[in-house]
């Protein structure tokens, strides 16, 4: 039986993997920082763990064949982020090397790349440019974790359930907007987050694997014109026509409104990473997308 190690294992997609990989003959060791896991699968190893705290992570992989590695840092200060993302990594990594973890995986973001058009774009085409401290720090994590031979995963938009980030930040844009920017012209990489962690449950579980880095999204882009016409339905209703703005006009409007134009840069160009071969790669199904998953979503966001 295949023994997994998971950290973030009560995170936003820690906890898809979890259900995930239950759904086959492994077994599970998991970590996990300030959340307790509520109801354990049965059989599981459940340890306390704080990637800043070196000591804490002896234990994690002991007996591990797979370590997938799903907690990060966001939204932290520099320092507690390369404490985290950086040092912590760093430390996980050899743990895993000492307890010989046959394969690594690390859960990272498409966010290393920046802001830029990016159409149908693979790994070795594109140079990373973080523009944050969680980017930066991620891709640090990411260098680390190629050093010892392991796997990267770069997810851009990840939506479902436990979102907190990608969908409400969306729908504050629009809230405060209440216009489209020229259109929503533009095309992004989404995944729903139970298709992330499918993905990642394969690359845990596949005999052999033909990269060292995957996009881990929905292999078809999202029209963004599609996905804020189905965010809008979050929104209050309003009268009248909506407005129709350029960049630079809802640039004025956002920073107006003590804002940034942060949300508004993830979509207002595309960001379409080429991901099929993830889903090649594992032999799994990467969903029917963004159409079809989004709608079963909206209790989550509405009750949120």
């Known amino acids: 039986m295949t023994t997994v190690t998971i950290t973030g294992a009560t995170g936003f997609v820690g906890r898809q993997v979890v259900r995930a990989l239950t ?24 340890l306390p763990a704080d990637l800043a705290v070196p000591g804490s992570l002896s234990r994690l992989c002991d ?5 997938i590695h799903c907690a990060s840092m966001i939204g932290g200060t520099t320092a507690a982020s390369n404490a985290v993302n950086v040092d912590g990594t760093r430390s996980l990594l050899r743990v895993a090397a000492k307890a010989k973890v046959g394969r690594v995986i690390y859960l990272s973001t498409a966010s290393v790349y920046g802001r830029g058009v990016y159409r149908n774009a693979t790994p070795d085409e594109l140079t990373p440019a973080p523009l944050s401290i969680a980017s930066r720090t991620r891709l ?10 392991g796997v990267v995963v ?16 969306l729908a504050k844009l629009l809230g405060t907007l209440r216009a489209d920017v020229d259109g929503w012209p533009a095309r992004v990489s989404m995944v729903d ?10 690359l845990a579980l596949a005999p052999a694997l033909g990269s ?3 996009h881990g999204n929905h292999p078809l882009p999202v029209p963004v ?6 965010i809008s339905c979050l929104l209050p209703r309003t009268s009248g026509v909506p407005a129709s703005l350029t960049y630079d006009e809802a640039a004025a409007r956002l920073t107006a409104a003590g804002g940034s134009t ?10 379409w990473f080429e991901s099929a071969s993830l889903w090649r790669d594992t032999a799994c199904d990467p969903g029917p997308g963004f159409t079809t998953r989004f709608p079963d979503r909206l209790d989550w966001y509405r009750q949120d």
């Open 23 to 46: 759904r086959s003959d492994v077994s599970l060791r998991l970590a996990t920082h300030r959340k307790p896991i509520a109801a354990a699968p049965p059989g599981s190893v459940v």
């Open 63 to 67: 007996g591990a064949d797979v370590l």
């Open 140 to 149: 640090a994590a990411e260098q680390e974790v190629l050093a010892a031979g």
């Open 154 to 169: 770069r997810p851009y938009l990840v939506y479902g359930d436990g979102d907190r980030w990608v969908i409400p930040g």
């Open 193 to 202: 987050v139970e298709d992330l962690a499918q993905g990642l449950a394969g």
């Open 212 to 214: 060292a880095i995957y």
């Open 225 to 230: 014109a599609e996905l804020m016409q189905a």
């Open 262 to 271: 942060h949300a508004l840069d993830m979509i207002a160009t595309d960001h």
